[in-house]
């Protein structure tokens, strides 16, 4: 029986905002080296032996993130990517790939469960631990990996150690002073959210502690429908699924749940904090990135993306800086930037949902500037690709090509722009945007109109699927 990697990579790591964005969430964003974690979680696993390509379960609106993800890693691999129409938590996640699997009469292979944002600094060790959960689960045993603390910590759960492999119990994420004692009495484990089981063990135990989210996502898959590498689970099936997390579902009620101790180097930097912890640092103990520049500073996380950081006098402190917000705080309350981003929620703003560059299939645009009635925008579509042919209501669109070629339709006119070119689209006029040359295109779009939301699109003809109903 071969090792089925599922890797989790929805999710959008709200701790680790101004960075992480609801529509580029930290698992696409390179935090502790050159790849990014969905990319070194992908490259983890098939270092494996026996192990098949993995399986890797997004949201709808991530599905192109992930794809070019794979590319940017330039590793050959028949990878699918499973499509999540609607967020409903780990179960529902878990439970629909594994009958996924089941459906392709793979009910027998071990699932290997693995959250895309974690990070693991010794890899021998977890290829051990791996072994180790494979063969209990083709006992027919579900098994999560239990993290050796090195430190007492309220930001994870905790297993309660049994005798030989057994669970005691789960535990909640404590307080100080009760992770101290979980710490001191060497009898507890961190929950990694990591996972071992076969396919049919899964399905089968979450048919007695969970049927419902077993009949939603078993009818999900069975209405589902494959596109490419893509694999989309069935929207309504899946509306009417349960939400809840799998150590709730099952995790806190199976009687075969097994744990396999581990002393991976682990985190699932869940916080600016873990990232501090994590990263390597200078000789006063800062972590910086970027454009920074430090006068007595100790024990910081100083982050730059797009402008110069200088900072005097800080300790244990946390600067980040993206180019429409900067974050400010002690670094022992980076648990609270959550509280931040629900309040960007509430006031309805949308630096939680997107930063100022927003990814596309075919490239990506940047606001320059907003204002009540117009706004601009720098345009980037990759070589070979095209925007959907499509038409506004409330816009006007000029457009003015800085570098490479444009190809734009333009109502019943096809026209060719170089450097310095331009060209004006009215409201109601049908057109498209094309890269046909081999470098990227860049343009500026000055947009003018009573309305200029991104959902003033209508869409006719699209490669990536994208076409309005």
């Given at each position: 029986m071969a090792i089925q990697p599922i890797i989790l990579a929805g999710g959008t790591g709200s701790r680790l905002w101004p960075l992480s964005r609801e529509l580029y969430p930290k698992q696409v964003i390179s935090l502790t080296g050159e790849r990014s974690l969905l990319q070194t979680t992908i490259h983890r696993v098939v270092q494996l032996e026996n192990t098949l390509p993995p399986l890797i379960v997004v949201g709808e609106d991530h599905r192109f993130l992930a794809k070019s993800q794979l590319e940017d890693l330039g590793i050959p691999l028949d990878v699918r990517i499973l499509l999540e129409p609607h967020g409903k938590?780990?179960?529902?996640?878990?439970?629909?790939?594994?009958?996924?699997?089941?459906?392709?009469?793979?009910?027998?292979?071990?699932?290997?469960?693995?959250?895309?944002?974690?990070?693991?600094?010794?890899?021998?060790?977890?290829?051990?631990?791996?072994?180790?959960?494979?063969?209990?689960?083709?006992?027919?045993?579900?098994?999560?990996f239990g993290i050796v603390p090195d430190h007492p910590e309220t930001g994870y759960g905790y297993i309660a150690k049994g005798e030989g492999y057994a669970v005691a119990s789960f535990v909640e994420k404590p307080d100080l002073a009760t992770a101290e004692q979980y710490y001191a009495s060497g009898g507890y484990l961190w929950n990694s959210?990591?996972?071992?089981?076969?396919?049919?063990?899964?399905?089968?135990?979450?048919?007695?502690?969970?049927?419902?989210?077993?009949?939603?996502?078993?009818?999900?898959?069975?209405?589902?429908?494959?596109?490419?590498?893509?694999?989309?689970?069935?929207?309504?099936?899946?509306?009417?699924?349960?939400?809840?997390?799998?150590?709730?579902?099952?995790?806190?009620?199976?009687?075969?749940?097994?744990?396999?101790q581990a002393d991976l180097g682990w985190s699932d930097i869940g916080s600016w904090r873990a990232l501090w912890e994590v990263s390597v640092k200078d000789e006063l103990g800062n972590v910086v990135h970027g454009d920074v520049l430090l006068e007595d500073v100790q024990d910081s996380l100083i982050r730059s993306e797009h402008t110069l950081v200088a900072a005097v006098g800080l300790d244990s402190t946390m600067v980040v800086e993206t180019a429409d917000a900067v974050l400010v705080a002690p670094l022992d309350r980076s648990q609270d930037v959550k509280k931040i981003v629900d309040k960007l929620k509430y006031n309805k703003r949308g630096e939680y949902h997107v930063h100022r560059t927003v990814f596309r299939p075919w490239g990506s645009y940047t606001t320059l500037e907003i204002q009540e009635r117009f706004?601009?925008?720098?345009?980037?579509?990759?070589?070979?690709?095209?925007?959907?042919?499509?038409?506004?209501?409330?816009?006007?669109?000029?457009?003015?090509?800085?570098?490479?070629?444009?190809?734009?339709?333009?109502?019943?006119?096809?026209?060719?722009?170089?450097?310095?070119?331009?060209?004006?689209?009215?409201?109601?006029?049908?057109?498209?945007?094309?890269?046909?040359?081999?470098?990227?295109?860049?343009?500026?779009?000055?947009?003018?109109?009573?309305?200029?939301?991104?959902?003033?699109?209508?869409?006719?003809?699209?490669?990536?699927?994208?076409?309005?109903?």
């Amino acid at each position: 029986m071969a090792i089925q990697p599922i890797i989790l990579a929805g999710g959008t790591g709200s701790r680790l905002w101004p960075l992480s964005r609801e529509l580029y969430p930290k698992q696409v964003i390179s935090l502790t080296g050159e790849r990014s974690l969905l990319q070194t979680t992908i490259h983890r696993v098939v270092q494996l032996e026996n192990t098949l390509p993995p399986l890797i379960v997004v949201g709808e609106d991530h599905r192109f993130l992930a794809k070019s993800q794979l590319e940017d890693l330039g590793i050959p691999l028949d990878v699918r990517i499973l499509l999540e129409p609607h967020g409903k938590n780990t179960a529902p996640a878990i439970c629909g790939a594994a009958a996924y699997v089941s459906s392709q009469g793979r009910g027998g292979d071990v699932l290997l469960v693995l959250p895309a944002d974690h990070l693991i600094l010794k890899p021998k060790e977890f290829e051990v631990a791996v072994r180790e959960a494979a063969e209990l689960a083709r006992q027919g045993r579900i098994v999560t990996f239990g993290i050796v603390p090195d430190h007492p910590e309220t930001g994870y759960g905790y297993i309660a150690k049994g005798e030989g492999y057994a669970v005691a119990s789960f535990v909640e994420k404590p307080d100080l002073a009760t992770a101290e004692q979980y710490y001191a009495s060497g009898g507890y484990l961190w929950n990694s959210g990591m996972f071992a089981f076969t396919a049919d063990t899964l399905l089968s135990e979450m048919q007695i502690h969970a049927p419902d989210i077993v009949a939603a996502m078993t009818e999900s898959i069975a209405a589902g429908q494959g596109d490419g590498l893509f694999f989309r689970f069935g929207d309504t099936a899946m509306a009417a699924c349960p939400s809840d997390s799998i150590d709730y579902a099952l995790m806190e009620k199976t009687k075969l749940a097994a744990v396999v101790q581990a002393d991976l180097g682990w985190s699932d930097i869940g916080s600016w904090r873990a990232l501090w912890e994590v990263s390597v640092k200078d000789e006063l103990g800062n972590v910086v990135h970027g454009d920074v520049l430090l006068e007595d500073v100790q024990d910081s996380l100083i982050r730059s993306e797009h402008t110069l950081v200088a900072a005097v006098g800080l300790d244990s402190t946390m600067v980040v800086e993206t180019a429409d917000a900067v974050l400010v705080a002690p670094l022992d309350r980076s648990q609270d930037v959550k509280k931040i981003v629900d309040k960007l929620k509430y006031n309805k703003r949308g630096e939680y949902h997107v930063h100022r560059t927003v990814f596309r299939p075919w490239g990506s645009y940047t606001t320059l500037e907003i204002q009540e009635r117009f706004q601009i925008k720098r345009i980037t579509v990759n070589p070979g690709a095209s925007l959907s042919l499509q038409m506004h209501h409330h816009r006007h669109e000029h457009w003015v090509v800085v570098t490479g070629t444009a190809k734009v339709q333009r109502g019943e006119q096809t026209i060719l722009l170089k450097e310095d070119e331009s060209t004006y689209i009215p409201s109601c006029t049908v057109h498209r945007l094309e890269n046909p040359g081999v470098i990227p295109l860049e343009l500026i779009e000055v947009q003018i109109g009573s309305y200029l939301g991104e959902d003033d699109i209508v869409r006719f003809d699209d490669e990536y699927g994208r076409v309005s109903k």
